[in-house]
């Protein structure tokens, strides 16, 4: 018994100095946003879906803090940024916007974003497929929209027609 609790105290020891290393890179939460023109509802799916790892607005859960699961959403949070930072979209240029929003229809569509590890902890963060064709639509019609060097409008917003 005394045995088990000097082992647990040890782990427990290990999780919490290891927590305060970061192999993986250091997340932070900015608080202003610079994310990309959207529709009030493209805009509340993506916070659902995707913000916690593509904006720097990730909401820590409670199981994050201790090593090594700290580093494991380090790593994914640190990696899904630097692939694309829905807070800094104005750092991207006109042709890389249109390749990411090419690449966000295509990974709401195939259902490869949110990754499933993801939504097994996270439920809410399931889309629907009308929920994910929403989304889609979204990033053709502000594709089109980049193409056409129009400025943001909420006209250019709307859920079009194909
Ligand atoms: C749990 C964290 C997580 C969530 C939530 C998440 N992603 Fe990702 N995403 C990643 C990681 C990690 C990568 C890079 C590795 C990979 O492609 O699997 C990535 C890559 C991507 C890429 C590829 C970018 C490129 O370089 O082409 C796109 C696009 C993308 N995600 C869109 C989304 C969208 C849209 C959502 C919400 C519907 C979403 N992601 C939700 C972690 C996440």
Redesign the pocket.
Known sequence: MKRIVIIAMSMLAIAIAGSTIHPFGRVTRAAGSDSPPMDPETAA??DR??A???TERTVWPWYGYLAPVSWMLEK??T??RA??NLSRWGRYTAAEQE??LS??G???RTG????S??QML?PE?K?SPAERQH?YQWTKVENRRIRAGRPPSPVSLTAPRQ
């Open positions: 799916l993506i879906a995707c916690s790892c593509h994914d949070v990696e899904a692939r694309m390749v990411l690449a966000i295509a990974a709401v490869e974003m949110p990754p590890r993801y996270h963060a889309l989304i």
